[in-house]
């Protein structure tokens, strides 16, 4: 299975994007799906994670309110629901996700990830 990141652009604060994340090359199967981002010259951070039931979310302080994650099992994706963007949101956004139990928002808990899709946020 390999994960594919889309939805990615340029906009200006204020402004909204849908990001993707797809699964190819088998179904995505998985204890949690999460959403990182990643800013030049900073570690990558979590922003969101979704459980595969979808009876459990998580967000980063930053972007709760503004963010929203969710999954369609059937269309083997995860999305990102971005919203009220401001500048300092402007990253490299992964997706990833994890087959263990119990799940931290640390990277390290999550095994597969897609490639990442940027986003930039001028003011």
């Known amino acids: 299975v390999q994960l594919q990141a889309s939805g990615g652009g340029l906009v200006q604060a204020g402004d909204s994007l849908r990001l993707s994340c797809e699964a190819s090359e088998g179904p995505l199967d998985y204890v949690a799906a999460a959403w990182f981002r990643q800013a030049p010259g900073k570690e990558r951070e979590f922003v969101a994670a979704?459980?595969?039931?979808?009876?459990?979310?998580n967000y980063a302080s930053s972007v709760k309110g503004r963010f929203t994650i969710s999954r369609n099992i059937a269309k083997n994706t995860v999305y990102l629901q971005t919203n009220n963007l401001k500048p300092e949101d402007t990253a490299i956004y992964y997706c990833a996700t994890s087959q263990r139990q119990r799940y931290t928002d640390s990277p390290a808990d999550f095994s597969l990830w897609g490639q990442g899709t940027q986003v930039t946020v001028s003011s």
């Open positions: 979704i459980n595969w039931r979808g009876s459990s979310r």
